[in-house]
């Protein structure tokens, strides 16, 4: 993703809108969506810190690191 090409209305966070939802930004924003779990598998560091186990033994985000990791980001 290349911020410098993304529109934005300030006037839409009154609105409740986002520069993520913005119509413009769309072909920019594809893929995107993923792009942090991406980067989580690709890296055994991340993985260790980001994927944990859940009770039926399948891989999932770890809460307590995605908590820590929005409060800051």
Known sequence: MESWR??????LEDF???WLSYPSNSEFLEGTELALFRRIQGKAKLRAMFLTKAKDRSIVLCPNTIAIYEAHA
């Open 16 to 18: 409740r809108g986002s």
């Open 6 to 11: 993304l529109k934005d209305d300030l006037d």
